[in-house]
């Protein structure tokens, strides 16, 4: 059987990513600091015909993600793809942010990331084989003002992708890393800006469905890193 884990699952790319992943025939793990924010997804997938497991996981806490993940081998034996998308933030002017957001804001983009890979890859290595996703942001490329922990975290979230790459493409696991570069069209943005064009956002399908095309690569044509925008954004 094929699994996937999906990390930092919310109403918008987080659940897009389950239900494409879902759709390719994946048994889903669904982690969230909460269960309301995947139990509904889990009952949705499942009553389509898929297989679902949604688990309240703070990826920030090392002893919870391993033991997430053995709980996910135990119901649908060892994970075939990790999906990223967990993500600390960290806004503010410098001299007055707090230095705990920064290390918030990179525990949860960074530290997050190593310990579900950490405890993920053993299993992909086992079968030879795996998929890796990570959701990264403009800030991985550049620093904007106001945006210190944000841009650390993406930052260095892009650094672990490309030691994983290096490290594991040649064992068979493909690792690739997503610029977003633009806002996602949520249903929290819909609130904030009821009247804000659609085609100015990125829908959370679209970077979903990219990263399956990512998925179905062949090996000797792997992608590590593509960007994804709106048109109307400039760059």
């Known amino acids: 059987m094929e699994s996937a884990i999906i990390a930092g699952v919310g109403p918008g790319l987080g659940a897009a990513l389950a239900r494409a992943f879902a759709r390719e025939d994946y048994a889903v793990g669904l982690l969230a600091r909460k269960l309301e924010s995947s139990a509904p997804l889990e ?43 967990a993500s600390g933030y960290g806004r503010g002017k410098f001299l007055e942010v707090d230095p705990e957001a920064l290390r918030a804001a990179f525990e949860v983009s960074v530290m997050g990331a190593v310990h579900l890979a950490q405890a993920a890859i053993p299993g992909m290595l086992e079968g030879g084989r795996g998929f890796i996703s990570l959701t990264g942001a403009t800030a991985a490329l550049r620093g904007r003002a106001g945006f210190a922990g944000f841009a650390i975290a993406k930052a260095g979230l892009r650094m672990l992708g490309q030691s994983l790459a290096r490290e594991f493409h040649p064992q068979g696991i493909h690792v690739v890393h997503v610029i977003v570069d633009g806002q996602i069209d949520t249903p929290r ?15 959370p399908e679209a970077i979903a469905n990219a990263i399956i095309v990512s998925l179905k690569q062949p090996k000797n044509a792997w992608t590590h890193e593509f960007d994804i925008r709106p048109a109307a954004e400039t760059f």
């Not at 649908?76 to 793809?81: E, K, P, Q, W």
């Not at 943005?189 to 829908?203: C, G, H, N, V, Y």
Request: net charge positive; proline share 3%; glycine share 6%.
């Open 43 to 85: 009952e949705e997938i499942r009553r389509s015909g898929g297989k679902a497991l949604a688990l309240a996981v703070d990826v920030t806490d090392r002893a919870a993600v391993f033991a997430a993940v053995e709980k996910l081998r135990g119901e649908f034996g060892a994970a075939t793809a990790l999906a990223y998308n």
């Open 189 to 203: 943005i819909r609130a904030r800006d009821p009247k804000r064009d659609s085609e100015t956002m990125i829908p």
